[in-house]
């Protein structure tokens, strides 16, 4: 029982807004296919960090679900920035019983356990200006994050830390993230939502206040599960 980690798979099957477009985006559905069948096991968990699907609203994401859903393992969904379609928790759970998409989760204030971990986190922030809105959408982030690492620490079981967002970037932190990581004696946390080489140079990976960081964004990590444990 194997965990994995990938991010912004950025599916557009039942849309028509192709990835291909971007330089290393070729053929990227096929690979990333490809990729995770020699990998991921029936039995293996695949924390899937944000901008899943381009679809608008909740039922046009079947046809990128339904890919995901037919794909080995569990798979658990947190939020990105481009997730227009993500609604309330009982929303959505209620969308994936109704089609038969079973092996699919949503982590939205809770926690899942695997093996000696259990999976937490949200979308994150990265407050760019301090617009009375942005502060709103950070703070709601915060508590969100809070709110899963506790569930996760109830279990007894070390929590790992997912989120959409980098809290640091180029070497500026997201404080309030970080403080919720530090206060938690957070030991890993994975990341996604940035792209192209130039961010890849400016992306910090490695272990900043005790955290270990990494980048998991599809095109970095090649189109490829990465293996947390």
């Given at each position: 029982?194997a965990l ?11 849309e ?5 477009v ?6 990227y559905v096929s ?14 968990t ?13 039922e046009?994401?079947y046809?990128?679900?339904r890919?995901?859903?037919?794909l ?6 947190l ?11 009982s ?15 949503i982590?939205?204030?809770n926690?899942y356990?695997?093996?000696e971990?259990?999976?937490c ?6 407050l ?12 709601r ?11 996760a620490?109830?279990t ?25 990581l ?10 996604g ?6 961010n890849?140079?400016l ?7 005790g955290?270990?960081?990494?980048l998991?964004?599809?095109d970095?990590?090649?189109?490829m ?5």
């Amino acid at each position: 029982m194997a965990l994995y980690a990938i991010g912004d798979l950025h599916l557009s099957i039942g849309e028509d807004k192709p990835m291909d477009v971007f330089a290393g985006w070729n053929d990227y559905v096929s690979r990333l296919k490809e990729n995770w069948e020699k990998l991921v096991t029936p039995g293996d968990t695949v924390v899937i960090a944000g901008d899943i699907s381009w679809a608008m609203k909740l039922e046009s994401t079947y046809e990128d679900f339904r890919f995901i859903d037919e794909l080995p393992g569990k798979k658990i969904f947190l939020k990105g920035n481009h997730d227009y379609w993500w609604g309330t928790k009982s929303k959505m759970e209620k969308y994936l019983a109704e089609n038969g998409l079973d092996s699919i989760s949503i982590l939205f204030n809770n926690t899942y356990t695997c093996g000696e971990f259990a999976v937490c986190g949200t979308r994150g922030w990265f407050l760019e200006n301090d617009t009375p809105e942005d502060i709103k959408v950070l703070n709601r982030e915060v508590g969100r994050l809070r709110m899963s690492i506790d569930a996760a620490e109830q279990t007894g079981k070390e929590p790992v830390v997912f989120l959409h967002y980098p809290p640091y970037f180029r070497g500026i932190e997201c404080k309030e993230i970080m403080d919720v990581l530090t206060e938690h004696n957070i030991k890993r946390c994975y990341y996604g939502h940035l792209h192209g080489r130039q961010n890849f140079k400016l992306a910090f990976e490695g272990e900043y206040k005790g955290v270990d960081f990494r980048l998991i964004s599809c095109d970095r990590v090649g189109f490829m599960p990465v293996l947390i444990r």
